[in-house]
């Protein structure tokens, strides 16, 4: 209403007090009390608890996985899909992912090949790695492995698969722990050079080379790539060297028949200084005599900053180091506890022989005293070194745990038949996260909230598909922060989930300053307050700025109808002072 209909003219006389007058009366007093309580006015800025939230991670994360003890098998020469992973990742524009891929696969019959491969189908399948593998021993288990930085589209569905065959239906293919991890990335470089190409040359050669700049952190360095030789029974080598020309882990494979692919994979932590960094992923020959070329394709060297994936814990012995045990010994062990229950992606890479070609090296990733990966390796050359490799998600409670690579020879107590491992290496990623956002479509992460009736949209990933889910919401209140509202919700398909119910304006009086989110299953109640909230319980965990401007002294209706009351109380008053005054100049 414009200011001067409030205002009575000058020199005019006073209104009738008809319907019209005494409305716009109340009304006009209403609004000059609202705007007097500063209702309608930003409250005063006041500082939010100074420091960034300390949680706030890359989001987006993806997984699927078939970890059934038993094995899938087929006996068809085509590929069959064995796990799927499909998602949209939000927003819009560009999105970088790490896809990571594992699998165990076996066949009935030592005179057949089982096959596999990642496989992206959209916008048009595209191989990114492939295995031939026709195995040493019929029924014996060894890794499949694949990583790759892809670039996805925001808004855009893509779907990743791990298929295996068998080259000849007399021979029955077997594929097990076939699992793929998509995480968004932000801070990465990545080297790829996918064409298949050859070295003859019994020197190393390089077939790509990363070259980036590096902040004074911790990266995940991770290679791999498909690498055979064009001669039967003749290996080929595969290394990564770093900065340094140092040997970052060889692996050397030689199959019965010629182009014959299978994996080569690595992965480490490093801790890399500022400035230039150099790795390259290189391949040689056995022999330098025509036809006996060295071969790789899919070839990719990546580095990521480890503060994007969350927490990196990490443990490493690189060995080479013997056993003649026949029960597992532990090469390498990763104890730690994490800050808060969660899902970590939990990676082993090793290098894995025995020095006799008759007996096998095996290996096991084990997690808390359960097997989640095991592997028989048994070279066919003395000088072979096979890659072990496994990615897998495992829900971990905010208590210690203990993560091991282990090895063992299956001929106890003979020097010359020793398991041998090198360059062993556990890492442990936070896959599952919470994050708040300011926009609907979650296309930009966002910590700081300053106006009011602004939702927080809060988005999660990797949890179990279609789980049951609980949102508990704290403000910066006494004991950590007091409960304010509690929402249940599910994941998606693909382990997202989403909330966008939270308005901190509707919770009057509560404390400015770092807010909480806090995801846990539906079978917990929250407790009032946070430092109550059991640790065990949470699944994952965000924090965001909530500013004094966002959060109103009452609500609008609330001070909008206390407006009115003062303005009848006033307009009452004024009524009755007017017939007081009229009855005393009648009397009079």
């Given amino acids: 209403m414009p200011v001067q209909t409030c205002r009575a003219r000058a020199g005019a006389a006073p209104p009738r007090a008809n319907g019209s007058t005494v409305f716009r009366k109340l009304v006009c007093i209403a609004a000059a009390m609202t705007l007097a309580a500063g209702v309608y006015l930003p409250t005063p800025l006041r500082a939010a608890k100074a420091g960034t939230p300390s949680d706030s991670y890359t989001i987006g994360r993806y997984y699927a996985d078939d970890?059934?003890?038993?094995?899938?098998?087929?006996?068809?020469?085509?590929?069959?899909d064995k796990t799927t992973l499909t998602f949209t990742p939000r927003g819009s524009g560009s999105k970088y992912y790490l896809v990571i891929a594992g699998a165990l696969i076996a066949n009935s019959s030592a005179s057949y090949v089982t096959g596999a491969q990642l496989l992206q189908t959209t916008p048009t399948p595209t191989t990114l790695a492939i295995t031939h593998y026709q195995p040493?021993?019929?029924?014996y288990y060894v890794p499949f492995a694949a990583q790759k930085i892809v670039t996805l589209s925001g808004g855009t569905s893509y779907t990743f698969k791990i298929q295996y065959y068998t080259s000849n239906g007399s021979g029955t293919a077997a594929i097990q722990k076939a699992r793929i991890a998509a995480i968004e990335v932000a801070n990465y470089a990545n080297a790829i050079d996918e064409s298949n190409t050859t070295n003859q040359s019994t020197s190393y050669a390089a077939k790509v080379t990363l070259n980036f700049t590096s902040s004074s952190a911790n990266y995940l360095i991770i290679a791999a790539g498909d690498t055979a030789n064009s001669a039967a029974n003749y290996y080929t080598k595969a290394r990564v060297i770093?900065?340094?020309?140092?040997?970052?882990g060889e692996g050397v494979q030689e199959s019965p028949a010629a182009l014959q692919y299978r994996p080569y994979a690595m992965m480490q932590r490093a801790s890399l200084s500022a400035g230039s960094q150099t790795y390259t992923l290189q391949y040689a020959s056995q022999s330098a005599v025509g036809g006996r070329e060295a071969n790789m394709q899919n070839a990719r060297v990546s580095a990521v900053l480890l503060s994007d994936l969350g927490a990196d814990s990490y443990a490493v012995t690189e060995g080479p180091t013997a056993t003649q045990s026949i029960t597992y010994v532990d090469m390498t062990t990763l104890t730690f506890t994490p800050a808060v229950a969660g899902v970590y992606l939990v990676i082993g890479s090793a290098f894995v022989t025995n020095e006799n070609t008759a007996y096998e090296g095996w290996a096991n990733l084990d997690i808390n005293g359960t097997s989640y990966a095991e592997a028989a390796i048994k070279p066919r050359s003395t000088s072979a070194y096979m890659p072990f490799f496994a990615a897998v998600r495992v829900s971990l409670a905010a208590s210690s745990q203990t993560i091991k690579l282990q090895w063992r020879t299956n001929f106890a107590g003979h020097s010359a038949r020793e398991a041998f491992i090198k360059n062993a290496r556990i890492i442990a990623l936070r896959l599952n996260t919470l994050e708040s956002y300011s926009d609907s479509g979650y296309g930009a992460v966002s910590n700081n909230f300053t106006v009011a009736g602004s939702p927080v949209y809060i988005r999660g990933n990797g949890q179990a598909a279609s789980g049951a889910y609980r949102i508990a919401y704290y403000d910066a209140g006494a004991s950590g922060g007091q409960w304010l509202k509690t929402t249940d919700t599910s994941a998606d398909a693909a382990g997202e989930i989403t909330d966008s119910t939270f308005i901190p304006s509707n919770f009057v009086g509560s404390a400015a300053g770092d807010w909480r989110a806090v995801l846990t299953s539906q079978s917990y109640s929250p407790p009032l307050n946070y430092n109550d909230f059991s640790a065990a319980q949470k699944i994952a965990e965000d924090?965001?700025?909530?500013?004094?401007?966002?959060?109103?002294?009452?609500p609008t209706s609330l001070a909008v109808i206390a407006s009115l009351a003062l303005s009848f109380a006033a307009y009452y008053l004024m009524r009755k002072r007017r017939g007081l005054a009229a009855r005393r100049v009648r009397v009079g």
């Avoid at 040493?136 to 029924?139: I, K, L, S, T």
């Fill in 67 to 80: 970890d059934s003890n038993d094995p899938s098998t087929t006996t068809s020469v085509l590929f069959q």
């Fill in 136 to 139: 040493n021993m019929a029924n």
């Fill in 242 to 248: 770093d900065t340094a020309s140092a040997d970052q």
């Fill in 543 to 554: 924090t965001f700025a909530v500013n004094a401007s966002a959060i109103p002294e009452l």
